[in-house]
Every structure is written in C-alpha cells, then in structure tokens.
C-alpha cells in the first residue's frame, strides 16, 4: 500500500502560481512513477504531468507545457507541481497517482492521493 497526500492547493488570481506537493508513506517511493491529474466538476480526470522513478523521464500535457513543472525528491518520499501562468479553466481538484509504470492514463495509476483544491479566479 502506497498512502498519498496532496497539499498546496488554495484560491489565486489568474496569471498567478501555486506549489502542490504530495506526500507519500508505506512502500518505498523511489519504486514508483508519479503523476499529477486534475478533475473539474462535470469533467473527466485528466493528465497533467507524470515523472518516473529517478525523474529521468518527465512527460505533460501539451495544456501546461512551458508553465507547469514536475519534480520529486525521492529523499523526501515527496512529489511536487510547480504551477505558473494560471488560467481560470484549470480551476480543479488536483490529484497525485502512484504506478508502477509511467502512464498518462488514468486506469495506469495503482494509488491516488484525496485530492486538493486549486481555484483560480479571473
């Protein structure tokens, strides 16, 4: 059992930027691929950005490329998304997923954390 749990989410105007993390504890981080999802109300969960396991391999989606960035520290069992140039539409709750395999899909996740709010205004 991986347990995940996101933080950093809150209210920012737009053109803004937020720092998420997500906190991982039980098995060993370093085992697994990260990636960050975002579900808006009435929408599917979707891709953001993924890293595998020594953060050789980095993948987004073309929505966020160039404002978003993933990292990890695998000595801190922490995985983080750094978020600038926000924009309204992307007003969601925001997950972090634990695979064993770098994936962009959802189904592709073992492990997901409960989620933390970003709100962007305009």
């Known amino acids: 059992q991986v347990q995940l749990v996101e933080s950093g989410g809150g209210l920012v105007q737009a053109g803004g930027s937020l720092r998420l993390s997500c906190a991982a504890s039980?098995?060993?981080?370093?085992?697994?691929?990260m990636g960050w999802f975002r579900q808006a109300p009435g929408k599917e969960r979707e891709f953001v950005a993924g890293?595998?396991?020594?953060?050789?391999?980095?993948s987004y989606a073309d929505s966020v490329k160039g404002r978003f960035t993933i990292s990890r520290d695998n000595a801190k069992n922490t995985v983080y998304l750094q978020m600038n140039s926000l924009k309204p539409e992307e007003t969601a709750v925001y997950y972090c997923?634990?695979?064993?395999?770098?994936?962009?899909?959802?189904?592709?996740?073992?492990?997901w954390g409960q989620g933390t709010q970003v709100t962007v205004s305009s």
């Open positions: 997923g634990a695979t064993q395999s770098l994936s962009a899909t959802r189904n592709g996740y073992d492990y």
């Open positions: 890293i595998s396991r020594s953060a050789i391999v980095i």
């Open positions: 039980g098995r060993t981080f370093r085992n697994y691929a």
